[in-house]
């Protein structure tokens, strides 16, 4: 039985208005959040994975009270099971502490892999994998735009900008995925009434045995030191063609050095 670990995010809804708290955290208060699109991929190939022989995919996430509804999506979609760890103390929390929370928790979990999106919507660092990685000893492959598994090996096509590389892997691994991967399934009706049955652990810091200065954002190793709100568009030019539209363009792209 091939036993997949998903972590996915809790993120604020990229398409809403969003604002920022005085510690230039994102206010949760103001906005709705959801299931990190790109973690979607991951869930996908993870059930994928599951589907061609016998397996069992755990959905694994990190953050406040509503963060259950990312897991509960997963399960939806497919997903066997579900951990939710949550603390007050991992408000605010960077990649590096997020990793030690993620790992620890894993580490509790019994997996033969452990699948991540290529970044989450919201701070995009697409770090978090290789930080997990890294502290579980476990080899990383990443940005996979194709994943093959036969046994205990794990195949991967990345593709790069200058060339395309097979990869392959065996035991024990960390795998993020990309958008190029194929569409994320929808949860069905039956899949929504069945991720009512399904089990959701919650777990705290000390389940995890993790100090609370170890984490948190006072103790983050980055912050965001200011926000600037993007200023709004101007309006375009319009170019109009009496015969010389052409030529006019050219113009305003030389105008601008594009050409």
Known sequence: MTKIVVAVKYVPDATADRTFDADNTVDRENV???LSELDEYAVEQALQVIEDGDGEVTVLTVGPADASDAVRKALQMGADAGVHVEDDAIAGSDA????????????????????????????????????VA????????????????????????????AATHQIEATGKLVVSVTDQTGEARY????????AKKKPVEEWSLSDLGIDAAE?????????VESTTPRPPRTAGEIVTDEGDGGTKLVEFLASKKFV
């Open 32 to 34: 709705d959040g959801l």
């Open 96 to 131: 590096f502490a997020t990793s030690l929370i993620l790992a620890k928790a894993i580490e509790k979990l019994d997996y033969d892999m452990v699948f991540f999106g290529m970044g989450s919507t919201d701070a995009g660092m697409g770090v978090v994998p290789t930080l």
């Open 134 to 161: 890294e502290r579980l000893g476990l080899p990383a492959i990443t940005f996979a735009s194709e994943i093959s598994v036969d046994g205990d090996t794990v195949k991967i096509r990345r593709d790069g900008d």
């Open 187 to 194: 949860p069905s009706f039956k899949g929504i009434m069945a």
């Open 215 to 223: 984490v948190g954002g006072d103790n983050a190793w980055t912050k």
